[in-house]
């Protein structure tokens, strides 16, 4: 089955050489940014991480100390919150937050989350 006669499909990013066989493959590369995130600082013993973003961000990845959380977050017209167990950071990690959209794909750069005591 062919998506649209041609050896390539830009509607699914597949590549196929005969009409039965799929070859899947990631692109890699830096990410089209069409989208910004603006965390606020979080207090210790805080549960949430907020801010406010431009674009069509919808879901959110807490990044600490170079090991990603789940990608989640509620994202409303007035910003976004994003829960996050309080025992996970302290004063001194490494906090980084990047948006994605609702295709799952990175569309802001990572903005660093301040931790306050």
């Known amino acids: 089955m ?5 050896p390539t499909s830009n509607t699914m990013g597949l ?3 005969r009409p039965e066989h ?4 990631e692109r890699t590369g830096t990410p089209e ?5 603006t965390p606020t600082a979080i207090k210790i ?19 600490i100390n170079g090991n990603p959380e789940t990608l989640r977050g509620e994202f409303t ?7 996050i167990d309080p025992s996970k950071f302290k004063v001194g990690d490494r906090l980084e937050f990047i948006g994605f959209n609702s295709e799952n794909k990175v569309i ?6 301040t931790i306050t005591p």
């Open 2 to 6: 062919r998506i649209n006669g041609s």
């Open 15 to 17: 590549l196929h050489g």
């Open 22 to 25: 799929y070859y899947f493959s």
């Open 33 to 37: 940014v069409t989208g910004s995130v």
């Open 45 to 63: 013993g805080s549960a949430y991480v907020r801010g406010t973003f431009t674009g069509p961000v919808t879901k959110g990845l807490l990044v």
């Open 77 to 83: 017209s007035t910003g976004f919150r994003y829960y």
């Open 108 to 113: 802001t750069h990572g903005k660093t989350v």
